[in-house]
């Protein structure tokens, strides 16, 4: 299958500062990737879509000036958490999806531990 | 929004044991994916199936679209089959949503 590849896998940072996570596709162009956070014991929630050379959309409830989302190539959509605070810890995941014969696919990377302290 | 509900919620089994999981999802879909997350979050695609049935191994998968409904069938399972087994389903767009998913556990 595709793969996706995430960076960095686990992160600690002071609160106040900003933290920016890498999404690449490796083997693939995508000019949609997706990006989900996830807080323990709990399922996938979207955050937001993100469109290569174009704004990100994103999902009600989800501040966009605090979570900056760049997808400046057709491989690399970046997620910049700024000004991060304890309630932002989570594990953030993005996905890309990969069509091939009619079906469209969703890989995901390996997920980002963000831990504010 | 589509809803996607998932059971059962917990389960535990003896390693050998076969096990059927369930997705509910509350409106037509045309994506549909189950993976299994492991420990260390990583999401392993299981399979695409939007609807009909697949095998892959020990694993199988049925959708039956027009009742809104996927099971996930796990025979002889294994301890490293423990995880947290998610549903995904998309509608007319690419993006997911996911089920509330069903915690495994097997023991040796």
């Known amino acids: 299958g595709a793969v996706v590849s995430q960076h960095p896998s686990r992160v600690i940072c002071k609160s106040g500062t900003s933290v920016k996570i890498e999404c690449r596709s490796l083997?693939?162009?995508?000019?949609?990737m997706f990006w989900y956070r996830q807080f323990p014991k709990q399922s996938l929630m979207l955050m937001a879509t993100?469109?290569?050379?174009?704004?990100?959309?994103?999902e009600q409830g989800v501040e966009k000036d605090k979570f900056l989302i760049n997808h400046a190539s057709l491989t690399l959509s970046t997620l910049t958490v700024t000004s991060a605070h304890p309630e932002d810890s989570s594990f953030y995941i993005c996905?890309?999806?990969?069509?091939?014969?009619?079906?469209?696919?969703?890989?995901f990377g390996q997920g980002t531990r963000l831990t504010v302290v | 929004g589509i809803q996607v509900e998932q059971s059962p919620p917990d389960l535990i089994l003896q390693e050998g044991a076969n096990s059927t999981l369930r997705c509910n999802f509350s409106?037509?879909?045309?994506?549909l994916q189950w993976f299994h997350q492991n420990p260390w979050g990583q999401l392993i695609n299981l399979f695409y199936?939007?609807?009909g049935t697949k095998q892959n191994g020990r694993l199988s998968a049925t959708t039956v679209a027009t009742e809104r409904y996927s099971l996930l069938y796990i025979s002889s399972s294994q301890t490293t089959d423990s995880g947290v087994y998610f549903c995904?389903?998309?509608?007319?767009?690419?993006?997911?949503?996911f089920g509330t998913g069903t915690r495994l556990k097997v023991l040796a």
């Open positions: 996905s890309a999806r990969v069509r091939t014969g009619g079906l469209t696919e969703a890989f």
């Open positions: 083997d693939f162009q995508a000019t949609t």
């Open positions: 993100s469109n290569e050379g174009s704004k990100a959309t994103y």
């Open positions: 409106d037509s879909v045309n994506n």
């Open positions: 199936i939007p609807s």
């Open positions: 995904a389903v998309g509608a007319g767009t690419y993006k997911y949503i």
